[in-house]
T-cell receptor, first 114, second 115 residues
Framework: ETGVTQTPRHLVMGMTNKKSLKCEQH?????MYWYKQSAKKPLELMFV???????ENNSVPSRFSPECPNSSHLFLHLHTLQPEDSALYLC?????????????FGPGTRLTVT | QKEVEQDPGPLSVPEGAIVSLNCTYS??????FMWYRQYSRKGPELLMY????GNKEDGRFTAQVDKSSKYISLFIRDSQPSDSATYLC???????????????FGKGTRLHILP
């Protein structure tokens, strides 16, 4: 198991629900990331935080709202999602943001929107 | 044209064979190239990282970058059943990230090593 944990591992939610995904890293890293992995599509970078400041937002819909209260914790708040948002959501961390700093991934949260 | 193209497979090879995995890309600004391995129900893990053109070797793995052809490869020698996984290529144009930077991933190739 890596030093990046994610909860919950599985989540089923309705389109009107509000839920949050949690990520925690125990590696002393300063950068954290949210990725979306859909079947038959490339891994998509959603958000990047460096020293708790957001440095990248790849035009993600506003129904996804990230929060990084400190360098060890990252949240993804979800509301009024669509069925096409069903995917594996991966969190990662690295010493600093970007390459060549190795990103360590968590196991992901499998999200199903009904 | 997609920024990164990667054959999704599946690719099945017998144990002990040499495996060749490839990606092509269109953005000539890419300078940083990575290969990730992802086992089922796990997050990706970084296997190899190379900067610019050339080869890099690490044990049974060799990463090769040909920037003139916009083509990168990962070779696995003496393949083992434990190498069965999905392999993702990824690339980026710059080192430290700012708002204009991206890390672009391929779709991944599923590899099966047959005992």
């Amino acid at each position: 198991e890596t030093g990046v944990t994610q909860t919950p591992r599985h989540l089923v939610m309705g389109m009107t629900n509000k839920k949050s995904l949690k990520c925690e890293q125990h590696l002393g890293h300063n950068a954290m990331y949210w990725y979306k992995q859909s079947a038959k599509k490339p891994l998509e970078l959603m958000f990047v935080y460096s020293l708790e400041e957001r440095v990248e937002n790849n035009s993600v819909p506003s129904r996804f709202s990230p929060e990084c209260p400190n360098s060890s914790h990252l949240f993804l708040h979800l509301h009024t999602l669509q069925p096409e948002d069903s995917a594996l959501y991966l969190c990662a961390s690295s010493l600093l943001a970007g390459v060549p700093y190795e990103q360590y991934f968590g196991p992901g949260t499998r999200l199903t929107v009904t | 044209q997609k920024e990164v193209e990667q054959d999704p497979g599946p690719l099945s090879v017998p144990e002990g064979a040499i495996v060749s995995l490839n990606c092509t890309y269109s953005n000539s600004a890419f300078q940083y190239f990575m290969w990730y391995r992802q086992y089922s129900r796990k997050g990706p893990e970084l296997l190899m990282y190379t900067y610019s053109s050339g080869n890099k070797e690490d044990g049974r793995f060799t990463a090769q970058v040909d920037k003139s052809s916009k083509y990168i490869s990962l070779f696995i020698r003496d393949s083992q059943p434990s190498d069965s996984a999905t392999y993702l290529c990824a690339m980026s144009s710059r080192a430290l990230m700012n708002r204009d930077d991206k890390i672009i991933f391929g779709k991944g190739t599923r590899l099966h090593i047959l005992p």
